[in-house]
């Protein structure tokens, strides 16, 4: 089975600091994809990466970064953290071969006082 | 712009009922994905349909991609206690590094026993 794990399931932050979130996968897909998810506004994509040193802005990447220098991991950067950025972060990963199959990690649910 | 609408929004029966749940949109898709996600978990994947009006059943549960891949269905027969959670629709556009997977804002399923 695909495991993909983030490094908390929860965090809490205060306005300023600068959060990484992080995210590995073990099965060697190529594609890795960062969401958040808010009540009311469904998922939406904040960056992906379709291989290693690569990335490409999603939706909403402003007041984000990312980082791919190893093919299984994937970090979201908050340079800043703001009250605004409070949400539910998923991490994702699918293969090359089949781009839409995606699976999920837990989540982290980060609080931004 | 929302491209993939949902409904309903949010539904509540009784265990052993039956029910629909849709996605919409003006929008042609090469593919369209159904997820659930459990509260405080990340999306799991039911499954992926890529052919105008092909019927998928997973158990008790039928999926249909529309003539004209624009829209889908998810049926469930007998809905029980554990088909409570969010489902998800996405369609997917484009290859290669343009590939994107847009989602619905999701359904809330609430089946009491």
């Known amino acids: 089975d695909v495991k993909v794990t983030q490094s908390s399931r929860y965090l809490v932050k205060r306005t300023g600091e600068k959060v990484f979130l992080e995210c590995v996968q073990d099965?060697?897909?190529?594609?890795m994809f960062w969401y958040r998810q808010d009540p009311g506004l469904g998922l939406r994509l904040i960056y992906f990466?379709?291989?290693?040193?690569?990335?490409e802005k999603g939706d909403i990447p402003e007041g984000y970064s990312v980082s791919r220098e190893k093919k299984e991991r994937f970090s979201l950067i908050l340079e800043s953290a703001s009250t605004n950025q409070t949400s539910m972060y998923l991490c994702a990963s699918s293969p090359h071969k089949a781009p839409d199959t995606q699976y999920f990690g837990p989540g982290t649910r980060l609080t931004v006082l | 712009t929302q491209l993939l609408e949902q409904s309903p929004q949010f539904l509540s029966i009784q265990e052993g009922e039956n029910l629909t749940v849709y996605c919409n949109s003006s929008s042609v898709f090469s593919s369209l994905q159904w997820y659930r996600q459990e509260p405080g978990e990340g999306p799991v994947l039911l499954v992926t349909v890529v052919t105008g009006g092909e019927v998928k059943k997973l158990k008790r549960l039928t999926f249909q991609f529309g003539d004209a891949r624009k829209d889908s269905s998810l049926h469930i027969t007998a809905a029980q206690p554990g088909d409570t959670g969010l489902y998800l629709c996405a369609g997917g556009k484009g290859g290669g590094s343009n590939y994107k997977l847009t989602f619905g804002k999701g359904t809330l399923l609430t089946v009491n026993p």
């Open positions: 990466s379709y291989d290693v040193k690569m990335k």
């Open positions: 099965m060697d897909h190529e594609n």
